[in-house]
């Protein structure tokens, strides 16, 4: 006898019910963490959206922090799935296309209401204990086996390229839906095969070369200390998220009290607010200086990729990434929005120029601009990796992944 059959169906459908509203309660934590973060999510709001008091919520998860892990395995189960799915193809290229097609095709069904979108992982950084080592750890389970789409077997330089390789796919692929709303549905597979076409071929024109010039971006200090403070704080934010940076965690950090830090500062909104006034003004610098320099666009656009990725792999960075938006009030999380997308179109307007001129190859500068945000945004996380190798290396071969795609090894003989 089948064991479905041996259970009475009273209590098959006690627990169909009971993993049906325990699916929707996670649905319902995914939808608050990626709004408010998983430090900002309350019981009271997940109950309300699955229409429970919350207490009912509690029979289900006993502490917030259970729920906002049980939300982030889900999204590392998906994911662990998706890749298991894409390494069922011959090489790393449909690999990496059906692991694209995979995330496209979630994203249709998430815009037609047929699924709801899984939990941002930006906030394991802000889980605690036990708990953020176990997610941390199935976290760096998922990277290798994105870094295996490329295979296991080679160099030590092989290995780190692939590293790079990984990283920049998943952070597209967490990117992906900050400006796919900006299409039609009937869009989508337009915006896959333009985007596969960057991770192919990148966005060099034949023959060309990597040789960035590093742009200076140095500047007067306003208000002698306050690059230091502001500094330190996208540091800590990058790595705890803005709910997990306290005020109390980022004066110890400076090693003030919290009473220097609302001498500079009335308040963590204005904080975050004013690093990523910094961060904006750094990439908007780069941006400027390169249009006002020498040479072709595509000399203009490495400088700028080179110069961004050596702040974010040195001391004097880094830039604060885009996950600290969750949390903000809307209104100043939609003006800080306008502001990146304004970078990301001037990155657009000079990949069209470099077209035009024959420096850069034919490609959609509109999707390609995003995977540039999306590359220079994540090379935060990492800064370990860099500093394995020599930092000129490590800017080649992060570079790359974008430059010239995913699949052009010329990069290993720099």
Not at 78 to 93: F, I, K, Y
Not at 353 to 363: K, L, M, Q, T, V
Request: net charge neutral; glycine share 6%.
């Amino acid at each position: 006898m089948e064991l479905e059959e041996a259970v009475p169906g009273e209590a098959r459908g006690e627990t169909k019910r009971f993993r049906a509203k325990r699916d929707a309660i996670l649905a319902a934590a995914a939808d608050v963490i990626n709004e408010q973060s998983a430090k900002g999510m309350t019981f009271a709001d997940v109950a309300q959206r699955v229409g429970l008091n919350t207490t009912s919520v509690t029979y289900y998860f006993k502490r917030k922090e259970d729920l906002a892990a049980a939300a982030f395995e889900v999204t590392l189960d998906r994911l662990d799935a998706m890749l298991d799915e894409a390494h069922q193809e011959g090489t790393p290229e449909t690999r990496v296309a059906r692991y694209l097609s995979i995330n496209m095709e979630r994203l249709a069904r998430i815009h037609r209401g047929e699924e709801k979108a899984f939990a941002i992982l930006s906030d394991l950084r802000a889980m605690e204990g036990e708990m953020r080592a176990r997610l941390m750890q199935r976290w760096q389970q998922i990277f290798r086996k994105t870094r295996a789409l490329w295979g296991t077997d080679g160099s030590r330089a092989q290995t780190d390229l692939r590293g790079g390789r990984a990283h920049v796919l998943l952070e597209n692929t967490f990117w992906l839906p900050a400006w796919l709303v900006r299409y039609e549905l009937d869009e989508y597979p337009r915006v896959e095969s333009r985007l596969m076409d960057v991770f192919r071929h990148g966005i060099a024109a034949d023959g060309a070369a990597w040789r960035p010039q590093m742009l200076d971006l140095t500047h007067e200090e306003a208000e002698p200390g306050r690059e230091a403070f502001l500094l330190a704080a996208t540091r800590l934010i990058n790595e705890l998220g803005y709910r997990g940076a306290s005020v109390q965690k980022i004066a110890s950090e400076l090693n003030v009290t919290k009473g220097s830090f609302y001498h500079h500062l009335d308040a963590k909104d204005e904080l975050v607010i004013e690093c990523y006034r910094r961060s904006f003004d750094i990439i908007a610098d780069a941006q400027r200086l390169a249009e006002d320099g020498p040479g072709d666009h595509w000399h203009k656009l490495t400088s700028i990729v080179a110069t961004l990725l050596e702040v974010q792999f040195s001391e004097r960075g880094p830039l604060l990434r885009t996950t600290a938006l969750t949390g903000l009030p809307p209104r100043v999380r939609n003006a800080l929005i306008d502001r990146s997308n304004r970078i990301a179109r001037r990155y657009a307007g000079m990949l069209s120029d470099g077209i035009a001129e024959g420096s850069i190859r034919p490609i959609d500068p509109l999707v390609a601009s995003q995977t540039m945000m999306a590359m220079q945004n994540a090379a935060f996380d990492m800064r370990k990796w860099a500093g394995t190798m020599p930092r000129d290396k490590a800017i080649a071969f992060y570079a790359s992944t974008i430059v010239f795609g995913l699949f052009d090894d010329r990069v290993l003989e720099f």
